[in-house]
């Protein structure tokens, strides 16, 4: 009984030390100091450059990026996505220098480049009169690295802009 008491101690020490991951670098605002640094591929800091994470007070957007002819921001509701919980995106569209823009169509989604995967749930999106987009249905069912796909087509042309986004375990 005592001998099967410590197996089952060990097992659960070794699980325990497994399942602990290094902290991971989160970037900083734009001004912070001393930010966390970390090596990424060419195209993951290129994506990682052109999106901004802002902090998640007030109305700022949670994730905003530009691609060559549109930027977007994308509001989370609620504004801390917990893993395997639906949430909502409200995208909002402006052209390069912030004029704003009524697109005909977007459509976001989510993906795990990394794991060849992506969100096991069908968004819906629609319109809104402000002309922002309402995206409903989203749920990032693990941690870990995603990348979000936003498809936006206005006056004829349609682009995707891919942000990345850090699901970090602590939502679970």
């Known amino acids: 009984?005592?001998?099967?008491?410590?197996?089952?101690?060990?097992?659960?020490?070794?699980?325990?030390?497994?399942?602990?991951?290094?902290?991971?670098?989160?970037?900083?605002?734009?001004?912070?100091?001393?930010?966390?640094?970390?090596?990424?591929?060419?195209?993951?800091?290129?994506?990682?450059?052109?999106?901004?994470?802002?902090?998640?007070?007030?109305?700022?957007?949670?994730?905003?990026?530009?691609?060559?002819?549109?930027?977007?921001?994308?509001?989370?509701?609620?504004?801390?996505?917990?893993?395997?919980?639906l949430f909502t995106v409200r995208t909002v569209v402006t052209t390069l220098d912030g004029k704003a823009v009524k697109p005909t169509d977007v459509a976001v989604d989510a993906t795990m480049p990394a794991h060849g995967h992506g969100m096991m749930t069908k968004p819906q999106h629609a319109p809104r009169p402000s002309g922002a987009w309402l995206t409903e249905g989203m749920k990032l069912h693990m941690h870990g690295k995603w990348q979000f796909e936003i498809a936006v087509t206005a006056a004829g042309k349609t682009e995707t802009i891919k942000l990345p986004f850090d699901q970090p375990p602590e939502a679970l």
Do not use: N, Y
């Open 1 to 85: 009984m005592i001998r099967m008491f410590f197996v089952g101690l060990v097992v659960m020490v070794s699980l325990a030390a497994c399942s602990k991951k290094a902290p991971t670098a989160v970037a900083a605002p734009a001004g912070a100091e001393g930010a966390a640094t970390k090596k990424a591929d060419p195209a993951a800091e290129k994506a990682t450059a052109s999106a901004k994470k802002q902090p998640a007070s007030g109305k700022s957007a949670a994730l905003q990026g530009k691609g060559k002819q549109f930027a977007v921001a994308l509001h989370f509701d609620p504004k801390t996505p917990k893993v395997s919980q």
